[in-house]
């Protein structure tokens, strides 16, 4: 949970994958076919990355990763902005 107003900072840390495909991650208002509000940069095998995002309106939101059918097999999350 974070607060409204805030800028949340994601650490997205793919050092410790050794094999399979590239990563992102996307925050939207619902899973796809939802339309992203924000979107990280492709991470790689062995990368780590930060993703910043701000402006967030308090509602719940829904994250995932939009490489393949990533979010059909289960990587996904959810965030909740607190007014
Ligand atoms: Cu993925």
């Not at 994958?17 to 991470?43: R, W, Y």
């Not at 930060?50 to 965030?79: I, N």
Request: proline letters at 5%; one cysteine or more; glycine letters at 8%.
């Amino acid at each position: 949970m974070t607060a409204r107003g805030e800028e949340l900072t994601f650490f997205l840390d793919a050092t410790e994958i050794s094999d399979g495909s590239a990563h992102n991650f996307k925050i939207g208002p619902e899973l796809p076919p939802a339309t992203a509000l924000a979107e990280s940069d492709f991470i790689e095998r062995g990368e780590s990355a930060v993703f910043k995002v701000d402006g967030l309106q308090p509602r719940t939101y829904r994250l995932w990763c939009s490489v393949d059918e990533h979010y059909a097999l289960g990587m996904t999350g959810t965030l909740v902005v607190k007014s």
